[in-house]
């Protein structure tokens, strides 16, 4: 169908029945401006109205014209320096579009049980799992704040966030501003899961409203041509899209519309820019077919930088790089299948969403993501030379005479087996760590240490030391160490560049268990944590009892029920536990 040139303003054209906004784009910024030209459809067939509005139109794109001057002025001449105010200003939006991406799978819902029939719902997370994750990486980001050390995803933030809508700044590559930036967006996000936690307790945590970035002008939108197709019916996919950003701009939080809309223009580079209802199941597993291919944070890989999605899915499968997670696959085609949505609720062309029903199958519990131990591999890591004689410290795989009882190698299992204690908690206890009150002897798990972290503030805890730990001689292994003037009580596992014990250790038990011939894609040292849960049930004790000596005690507990349970009630429990056909006498220093 032919577009025509209509009388009564320079930029009013007819395509048929319907007018339209045309205007070319400036010689002075057409080499970086997102479009060829900038042509959409007036939304009416009168003549008087099409009048009306392409005036309308005329001076929101001219508008936007001399936006792109501005910032393309801001790139050639990038800030030296960002002010304390701007600073604080990111901060705060960061902070927001933390809580607001929260909120959004709040709103989408955890799963409870098992999910409904498969490919009726996108990937939700499961509560305790993603109650665990936001643990792990707020006390990970606690760690190094207090050290006064920069995570380089705080970095990568930093960067990304001066792009974001209503902001668009550029700062220069040396600028002092970075890292000061990066470490408040660190605080911003530790301020953001101390909000995310309460809500996990049921608090209501409201995501605050925050300005763009003042005195800056609005960049370039990422928005691609629109109007109506020449050989369609419905609208163009970009034409809707720019309703549907429009729409929910004015609710979201700036990073959140900047995802979104990426998404949806990654798609349309994938499948193209067609009408409403030219789209189909085809075109949704084209889209997941790339995404399936591409590396996590892709467009930072120097391999793949200035490329096409496309094209940069066609290069990563070339050179073998790992792909992105099942979850961050789904997240993607959630984005673009929240559009097709909304748009089924707008238009009468909307086809049945092309997304629907293709997520990637993954594992929605925090339990099926590591299984316990089964109880053939429970013996054979005992049965290990380790355990029961080894070459020499350093030829510990290998069999020989050498029992290193003084070792980490050798204890940290087995507490771990015994406390149900995580890596890290076991890893870097301290002799005086181990206590005795009341006739109890007990492990107190705490962050009395510049090199101790915990998963949260309700990790620390009291667990008595099991009786089969003493027959073992774990006590007699905390009383050498204390003669010896030890700070810490497995002091030959070292610590690894990151600033975790774990770091190193895990490769260590990772390398125990490929040598067992027992390493499943399921099971790692966080099993012995399942097993733990496992011989807890089957020896009766309660999930009360057994998440305090895991260190599971919801927030909030304590203040309003006391301090916790007694160490006797605790002794008890541990008392009675017992892994059933598991015989590890073997291992008694008099054996």
Known sequence: MKTVKVTGHPRLYRRGARYYHRAAIPQDIQASYPKAEETFSLKTSDYKEALRRVREAAAEVDCKFDHHRRWIAAQAKPLDSLTDAQIEHLAALYHASVLEADEEIRTEGYFEEEPGEPGTDWERWDFDEHAEELEDSV???????ARGRMDIFFM????????????ELALSPGSPSWRPLARALQAAYLRAGKDQQLRNEGEIVPTPTVDSLPSQADGPASEVRQGLADNGQGPLLSSVAKEWIAEKSLSWAPKTTNDHRTTLDNFMTVVGDKPLDAYAKADGRAFKSVLMKLPSNWTKQKPLQGLAIDKAAERADELGMA????????????????FWNWAAKHYDECPPNPLN???????????????PFTLEELRAIFRAPVFTGCKSLHHWRQPGTLVPRDSGMFWVPLVALFTGARMGEVLQLYVSDVKHEHGI??????????????????????????PELKRLGFLDHVEKMRQQGSQRLFPDMPMGKDGYYSSVYSKRFRALLDALKIKRGQNAFHSLR???EDACRNSGISKEIMDALQGHTEAGMSARYGSGYTLETLNDAI???????????HLYPDA
């Not at 792909?323 to 929240?338: D, H, W």
């Not at 029903?357 to 299984?371: M, Q, T, W």
């Not at 705490?446 to 990790?459: A, E, F, V, Y």
């Open 323 to 338: 792909p992105m997670s099942g979850k961050n696959v789904n997240k993607l085609i959630g984005y673009a299948a929240a």
């Open 156 to 167: 990568d933030e930093a960067e990304d966030i001066l792009s974001w809508d209503g902001v």
């Open 530 to 532: 399942h097993n733990f």
């Open 357 to 371: 029903g293709l997520k990637v199958a993954i594992k929605k519990r925090a339990r099926e993501e590591r299984d």
């Open 139 to 145: 006390a990970h980001t606690r760690h190094l704040y």
């Open 441 to 466: 002897d007990f492990i107190d798990i705490n962050t009395d240490g510049d090199d101790k972290t915990l998963k949260n503030s309700n990790s620390g805890r009291r667990t008595p030391v099991h």
């Open 575 to 585: 008392s009675r536990l017992e892994y059933r056909g598991l015989d590890l006498n």
